[in-house]
């Protein structure tokens, strides 16, 4: 069953540790340790495909899914450091990470995303609201996102970019917006562009 490794220095945080033997076969975790608001990091064995939570997975510290592991929350996906995984990750509701979010395959909310550092994912990233990010936002494939996109550095995906994609009613004009400081590459299929790099130079040469 799930293992918890002492901190490896004063200070830091204890390590839940999940393994094949904590899932059930489905795939959900069945351990005895809660991982709703455990105080400390939380590691997920290599090689075992996407695992489930059936509602939420949070901590303290950070969430690590091995290579070859993905992370499927019922609910929301929260850790006070960075969230990282081999392959996808996708959430009911919102994720949220103090640093920043890296999935080797693709990222999903139902919900917003939101990351103190930067968002990365190897395929597309998807929210049903908005997407933020304190550094860069990269996608290997496109970027949708039901409200805005906002980004601390650049923006670069390989395919189209949309905001504003909410269904249920037209999006107001701030729930369009693309901001960034610059967009590296993908195309604005939907949404309105702010690079706010272009703007702090506009600003400066009319100083001078």
């Known amino acids: 069953m799930a293992q918890i490794k002492e901190p490896e220095y004063e200070g830091g945080l204890p390590t839940l540790v999940i393994t094949k033997a904590d899932l059930d076969d489905d795939n959900s975790y069945v351990g005895e340790e809660s991982v709703e608001d455990f105080a400390g990091n939380i590691e997920i064995e290599a090689g075992l495909g996407p695992v489930r939570f059936k509602a939420a997975l ?18 929301g996906i929260e850790a006070g450091e960075g969230i990282e995984a081999g ?22 909310a139902g919900l917003g995303i939101k990351a103190g550092a930067g968002i990365n994912a190897g395929l597309g990233i998807k929210a ?81």
């Not at 392959?87 to 999903?108: F, S």
């Not at 609201?129 to 923006?155: D, F, N, R, T, V």
């Not at 970019?161 to 909410?166: E, P, S, W």
């Not at 901001?179 to 703007?199: F, P």
């Open 87 to 108: 392959e996808n990750i996708e959430a009911g509701e919102n994720i949220k990470a103090g640093a920043g979010i890296e999935a080797r395959e693709g990222i999903e």
């Open 128 to 208: 049903g609201l908005g997407i933020k990010a304190g550094a860069g936002i990269e996608a290997g494939e496109g970027i949708e996102a039901g409200w805005g996109i906002e980004a601390g550095w650049g923006i670069d995906a390989r395919l189209r970019i949309f905001a504003g994609l909410i269904s249920w009613r037209l999006p107001q004009p701030e729930e369009m917006l693309i901001t960034c400081k610059r967009l590296v590459s993908g195309t604005v299929a939907l949404g309105m562009l702010v690079e706010t790099a272009k703007t702090e130079t506009a600003c400066e040469e009319s100083v001078q």
């Open 58 to 75: 949070s901590c303290k510290g950070r969430i690590v899914a091995l290579s070859g592991t993905g992370i499927e929350a019922g609910t």
